[in-house]
């Protein structure tokens, strides 16, 4: 166990590599970061769930209904498994649920926004996740130990959900003309909120979350690996980016790019997206129908 330290050298300890576990004395500045952070990451998986729920009983063949079934579910699991980590810190699920769907919490900006198509559903398992898995991976150094460890879990399960969405992708763009146009479209829609995904680009020592090595990743530097990582698979498949600005600096070894819309992301994580109160709503209306079931399982555990 460690011992109790000054907000100065707990930073200093973390920032250095240590890790912290529940039982574990910390500053309360602390405690409230980790619990905002990884609160909204709970949140995210859950609501992160709607928009391809919505395309199960639409998706085209039995396989990709049982797939897409299969993601959903891993979604929820992880958001059941981020909950408990946040109730260790001292906010029960209960208050979780109850803060996230009276708008007093956020979710992460992608879930804001509709599905329209099923070219949607494979953008999002294919490049949504793949920006998602950037930033996890980065949280398998959390300084909160507790945290770093059930990410190996979202991690490897998540790496399945990336290579089920390029699939989608792939079998569309070697299928019809109206398949191919249907991702180059979802494509266009989605690329500004996944530009907008690892948030502005603040200094690594005006972020808290860095400061306190809860992420060990600035968000400049996961934005650069995702483009890295994924517009030459894009442009492999044929696809047409919608940024015209977009190209890499051979000599920095860094992509330039229109600015993203902050603005935008700013109105839409505070509650104000396209698909933010239908998707609320769903929830809100989840949680009335079942609250039978919690009484009764609660009456019978007591």
């Known amino acids: 166990m460690l011992e109790r330290m000054s907000e100065e050298e707990f930073r200093a300890y973390v920032q250095e590599g ?50 897409l079934t299969a993601k959903v579910q891993d979604e929820v699991g992880h958001s059941q498994l981020i909950y408990r980590v946040v109730e260790d810190l001292g906010k029960p699920r209960e208050a979780c649920f109850d803060d996230l769907i009276a708008g007093k919490t956020k979710f992460h900006n992608v879930f804001h926004y509709p599905t329209k198509t099923w070219g949607d559903v494979g953008v999002i398992a294919w490049l949504v996740d793949a920006a998602a898995i950037i930033s996890q991976k980065a949280l398998l150094k959390c300084s ?32 019809t003309d109206e398949q191919r146009e249907l991702v180059q479209e979802a494509l266009d829609r989605w690329w500004g909120p996944l530009m907008q995904f690892h948030g502005n680009p603040i200094q690594p020592d005006e972020d808290p979350m860095y400061q306190w090595r809860i992420k060990s990743q600035a968000n400049e530097e996961a934005r650069q690996q995702f483009l890295d ?47 933010t109160e239908r998707r609320l709503g769903l929830r809100r209306a989840s949680r009335e129908e079942t609250a039978w079931v919690r009484r009764a399982v609660l009456a019978d555990a007591a």
């Not at 995210?44 to 209904?65: C, D, H, N």
């Not at 935008?264 to 997206?273: A, F, M, N, Q, S």
């Open 18 to 67: 240590g890790q912290a576990e529940t039982g574990d004395p910390m500053p309360e500045p602390y405690r409230q970061a980790l619990v905002k952070f990884i609160e909204m990451h709970g949140n995210s998986e859950l609501m992160g769930v709607l928009p391809e729920r919505e395309w199960i009983l639409r998706a085209p063949t039995l396989q990709r209904k049982l797939a």
């Open 229 to 275: 990582g994924y517009v030459p698979q894009i442009w492999e498949l044929g696809l047409t980016m919608p940024d015209s600005a977009l190209r890499k600096d051979e000599q920095t070894g860094l992509w330039h790019y229109s600015e993203p819309d902050w603005d935008e992301l700013r109105w839409v994580v505070t509650g104000h997206g396209p698909a």
């Open 144 to 175: 909160y130990a507790p945290y770093a460890r059930i990410m190996k879990k979202i991690c490897w399960e998540e790496s399945f959900h990336i290579l089920h969405g390029r699939d989608v992708v792939l079998t569309m763009m070697t299928g």
